[in-house]
């Protein structure tokens, strides 16, 4: 059974850091791009960051230089390290398994449950 356990969101003041992380079960992750999107109220789901098994990253340039994603291919783990935290950033955050090597050929295949992030004073 396919199974993806995000933890980590939760409320921070804007310039705050906080570290999302999602455990997936399944041996074929460990080959498979892993990443993070979010969706704010009213819009649609966004790509935030995505890594390779190989650790090649892509980050939505909203998050560059803030947004760290890194991943643990023994614990098939992915990490979403976020710095600098902006009021904009509130989202729930969905970790999501790709069906192949990337996530530029392949759809999202498995979704996490969703962590709710929010950055407010």
């Known amino acids: 059974q396919v199974q993806l356990v995000e933890s980590g969101g939760g409320l921070v003041q804007p310039g705050g850091s906080l570290r999302l992380s999602c455990a997936a079960s399944g041996s074929i992750f460990r080959y498979n791009a892993m990443g993070w999107y979010r969706q704010a109220p009213g819009k649609q789901r966004e790509l935030v960051a995505t890594?390779?098994?190989?650790?090649?990253?892509n980050y939505a340039d909203s998050v560059k230089g803030r947004f760290t994603i890194s991943r643990d291919n023994a614990k098939v783990t992915v990490y979403l390290q976020m710095s600098s935290l902006k009021p904009e950033d509130t989202a729930v955050y969905y970790c999501?398994?790709?069906?192949?090597?990337?996530?530029?050929?392949?759809?999202?295949?498995?979704w996490g449950q969703g962590t709710q992030v929010t950055v407010s004073s």
């Open positions: 999501a398994v790709s069906g192949g090597y990337n996530f530029s050929k392949y759809q999202p295949a498995y």
């Open positions: 890594i390779t098994s190989g650790g090649s990253t």
